[in-house]
């Protein structure tokens, strides 16, 4: 069986998830891409060889020749195309955040648990990553002991002079929170956030220290460094009783030269997730094909409690406090998981 | 387009070869799987979803359910196999060694030209590994002036009893030929190999350095240690006037515990080049879709050359001196390339 | 000159004391050892062979053949030690801590600064070490920009049972305080601290991590796990503008072996520091010849302040809210540094 | 006890050794510098605080108030300094070579066998590194198996036009030579030789390789590569029957910086081999106190066997062929050792 994609969105993220459909997906086609920008559309189109090109968002879903959807179109339109997909009954992956407030999410929630399975997942592609899957096959081969902390560190280069605090905990921190509950099991209780304050950075987002304590009692330490200039590094290292497991930047070279010994930092997140993202869309499809999603996928309740992790985590930063985490009782598809 | 693959030969490359064709390779089906050992062949089947099963190879380049052919039965029968997907004008992969001894490499050589293209690639996936693409395009770009040396260095944990030091060349070493080639952009004309003769290694196979001059005047040195016990470790390091570039180990995590702070190296070769093979095997495919061979890939050509290198580095181990290359001119459907 | 040492206690950290400065010290002589424990005391006297042994700390100041003291008894007779060695005004190096709690140090501030010079130096050997010596000049010649975070780790193997979570602070942290108010140049004005409290530890001293603010804005984060098991490890990354300096695990070898590759932790802080030991000690007798303490080491007043945060931290801990850090102000001697 | 120095040559080496001898070497004094250039020596003597400065080298041995004697002038003077010095029956640490020829070295040999002890020390440093001290125990506590192949790779910035590749070997590779008899514990029995013949290098020294045979049948390679430009760069591996170590960089520190992650090369030998030269001059010190040399330095004989194997090496290249390394008898007392 083949499955009948259609990517809606292509701006940078829709025209990699259109490229990699087409080239990388086994079992996939890359049947249409959509997006309001007809010239920027029918590039993404032409490069990655769509059998059709469309303008209108709402027109994808209920196609016939579609059979899932791939939505990497602006942030505020993902819940109702998911929930546009879901009226047609399509399989969807809607790249995080699922709905720019956790709110939002609540009517796929309810729609999903209301259907009697999940339809959505969602883009925490760092879940396919070879060095998460290896930490958490550490943890449950018990190589560390029993989890202890979690220190996630995560560097971009820039960002444009808008960009502020709460945005590098909404929009780039919100990875971090989901591997952390990938990887721990368990879900976070509380949060408190501090940003520097220096005149050094006046012109650039500060960085941002989100501290987390799971229901487990154990502890999450995010660095999100949205403006870090260096290039895009993202760390992680997990502390058990016993032991660390750390992941490792997938170098392929080294350079002598110059005095100096390096390897080269990739300017942006698509080549060091490069091979995540290939992973998730290529186990994304093959839930289509096998009539549920990967077990390992970020479902619509996964997308639901990062967000709400992160709005509590804006407010804690706001209030210098320490807030509790806050949510509600999860619907019972998303338990039985 | 899909392209419908038949691979020859169950053991276990034929197996990762069906695996990969089956799951890991866009616009590929496997059509079916051969191998004489009925069971075998059966368990790879089953396992890749195989369309068909046949026991019999010299029935497979003829069907005209089959676009090309993916030759990994035992060394002995490639040439035959691959001349007869040249009979019957489809595209093969095969194995390497393209076969045991140079001399029977010949009439592919001679029938390709006769056809005037060429339909073999030999599996030297090496090319495709992204750290030795990397060094390339580091070559290219002249980020360490021009090559004057390069060091490959091809350890594997173990090898039965009677694998000896001329078997590591042929069948190991030819790798670090092909790269040194692929990456030089040269010939070798000359190479004079050496073996430890220690007492401590009685039952197993000793180490080989091989040294090897281009005619462009650079040196290449392979250390070929086929029972390193410790781990299956492939290294490479590129000197130019300038600086150095190395290839690094694909390493997804690091574990810190008794006492140690350690990665942990593959029994074999294929984690360290699953990606060299899914890639290999992409470009194949493309490559038959296109009509013509990926540039990248190894000719038969290249696979005479190897073998006949590693024939004089045989001879250059038995007689302790150095010996010069004698390659037979290339056709010219070769020098084009 | 030669300047004649005598070191005060001969537990584990002044019997290595008494080893660097009668072996690796230039211009020093181990000119006597002293300890209640008569058989200890004697035991590291002629291990090191000290010209003298004595029992009793009260007599060693005054003695006119002791130029200088380097106090490493237990914690409770650091102050007194060094009070009586200012009453002779010799020189003194002192192990951390200065005094259990800060307020015991402000007798000796009150002294040093009626005196008008500075004697004390307190054993915060990190200062010596070539990576943090590094990392400073890295920050002086402006190769990270302006300094925005600084993270440190500090593992240790094992403690006794009776170690907590407040000692882990007012014992282990205090070296990281010291090293990044070193590093940043400047003071903390706030901290919070906390505590795992998972299921899984309940005999060992859980992981505590520090969060602090500087006065000019800066976040310092520091875990101290002193039940880490997996070995003594101590990182440090500092976080600029346009870039960050990692200090490096000064790891002599590396072993590949047993499918692994892997580079030795050791048990305790003894060889990790081996050379910051040996260079703070040759700096400090080189500043008891030149008759000023050397300008990198810590003062007493650096003793008081790291007492305090380490203190103020404490008190955080038990609270689980920020605490403002609220320090004397220093003497002038001090603030001429 | 304290050992009255005398270093001999105010050059590049001189200079550092007297400095080493000054400030770094417990229990020595540097009582005098000598150099026939009156304003290097009274440069070096000033900065070193020597207490006398002389230019005549054939006065130094044979002063009173000289213990001991550090011979650093041009290398043909070596034997001749070594000599005078055994006349007054000083110790002394030579720098490499001992002697520019082998043959020079005789009469050194002969005049300790007559006295019945040994005198002088050879200047081969990385005995005394870490690393390879690291290397050294974990062959004898038999972590790799029985070794089986060594790797050095030399690698200086550049040296000066007239520089060649016999020069590289007698002048730099002496150093891999003795440290390769050092780690294996046998000597070397047959050695060939080859340099690169690119266009590219005209104007420096062509890298070269060395290919060593020792008498237990292990191999050695040496790459020495003067001209390499990127960086000082020393490498080692040791491979054994059931794995392998290697030395490390001793680096401090990693920049992450405009894009690359990076640490740095030092520009020439002295801070990479800084710890084995004070530790050798150390040891050499302790040696002169206790009345025989230290166990691990370099003997006359280490020199000679050096010599002649570096005099076969520069043969092999020129001849292009294999040659056996024949050296002289080894007179009693170096047996001893």
Not at 68 to 86: E, G, K, Q, Y
Not at 230 to 258: F, I
Not at 272 to 288: D, I, S, T
Not at 319 to 328: D, E, F, N, R
């Amino acid at each position: 069986m083949t499955v009948r994609v259609a990517v809606i969105g292509c701006g940078v993220m829709g025209a990699d998830h259109a490229r990699v459909i087409a080239n990388e997906t086994p079992n996939a086609v890359l049947q249409l891409v959509c997006d309001p920008d007809k010239a920027r559309m029918q590039d993404v189109a032409d490069a990655c060889g769509a059998l059709h090109g469309l303008t209108d968002a709402a027109a994808v879903a209920g196609r016939a020749d579609v059979d899932a959807v791939l939505i990497a179109s602006p942030d505020a339109t993902h819940a109702d195309l998911a929930l546009d997909a879901i009226h047609h009954r399509k399989p969807s992956l809607v790249e995080k955040p699922l709905a720019p407030s956790p709110s939002d999410i609540l009517p796929l929630l309810s729609k999903e648990n209301d259907l009697g399975h999940r339809l959505i997942s969602v883009g925490f592609m760092r879940r396919y990553d070879p060095s998460y899957r290896a930490m958490r096959l550490a943890v449950s081969e018990e190589r560390i002991g029993a989890p202890l902390v979690f220190h996630s560190v995560h560097r971009n280069v820039a960002v444009p002079e808008w960009f502020d605090g709460p945005m590098a905990i909404t929009n780039s921190a919100s990875h971090d929170l989901d591997i952390a509950r990938f990887l721990l099991g368990v879900e976070m209780v509380q949060v408190s956030a501090i940003a520097t304050r220096t005149q050094a950075q006046h012109s650039t987002c500060p960085p941002v220290m989100l501290t987390l304590v799971s229901e487990a009692g154990q502890i999450v330490t995010i660095e999100v460094h949205v403006a870090a200039q260096y290039g895009y590094d993202v760390r992680g290292e997990l502390v058990g009783t016993t032991g660390t497991v750390e992941l490792t930047e997938p170098r392929h070279m080294v350079t002598n030269s110059a005095l100096n010994r390096s390897g080269a930092y990739a300017p942006d997140w698509r080549p060091r997730f490069a091979e995540a993202y290939r992973l998730q869309n290529a186990a994304w499809v093959a839930g289509v094909i096998a009539g549920q999603p990967d077990p390992v996928a970020a479902s619509a309740w996964d997308g639901y409690v990062c967000g709400k992790i992160a709005e509590t985590a804006v407010a804690a930063l706001r209030s210098g406090t320490c807030h509790p985490v806050a949510l509600m009782d999860a619907a019972s598809i998303y338990k039985a998981k």
